[in-house]
């Protein structure tokens, strides 16, 4: 916990002087075929500058009923006036809990799958490591900022 106060810290005044494009609401995940419980109730907030790839951070509420943080960096390689169907990258900090995890350095987890936007519906497909899940859905709403 105390290292993601520390993240979010030093991340808020960059963020405040350099004006994200898009502001995005995590609402929750759905574990496919899982071996174990999640909390699937993941609110979180996440901040995105839009440029030839988009850069994002964001703090939630993770599937281990922890507070985390993440930096990501995306890629919409389909896009039209209302929707959008790219990769993405990750680096997620599971306080505690990286241990959990195959591939890890301490709590700092990588992520990788697919994301796509509808409207202000998003949603990212995370492939799962084949023993607690088979894949994770997470879904939100996400607005551009003016």
């Known amino acids: 916990m105390r290292l993601a106060a520390l993240l979010l810290m030093l ?11 898009r ?4 609402l929750g995940s759905e574990h496919f075929n899982a071996t174990e ?3 699937e109730f993941n609110p979180g907030i996440i901040l995105t500058w839009e440029r030839n790839l988009d850069y994002s951070v964001g703090v939630y509420y993770n599937s281990y009923e922890e507070v985390g ?6 890629y919409d390689f389909w896009e039209g006036q209302n929707w959008a169907l ?12 990286g241990d959990r995890f195959k591939v890890s350095v301490g709590d700092v987890v990588p992520l ?3 994301q796509g936007r509808y409207g202000n519906v ?7 490591n084949g023993r607690t899940t088979d894949a994770v859905l997470a879904v939100g ?3 551009e900022l003016p």
Do not use: C, K, N
């Open 11 to 21: 991340l808020l005044p960059s963020v405040a002087l350099a004006g994200p494009d």
């Open 23 to 26: 502001v995005s609401i995590l």
């Open 37 to 39: 419980e999640f909390q």
């Open 69 to 74: 943080a993440l930096a990501a960096v995306s």
């Open 86 to 97: 790219g990769v993405f990258g990750a680096l997620a900090l599971y306080p505690g809990d």
């Open 112 to 114: 990788a799958g697919l």
């Open 122 to 128: 998003f949603a990212q497909l995370i492939p799962g």
């Open 141 to 143: 709403l996400t607005f």
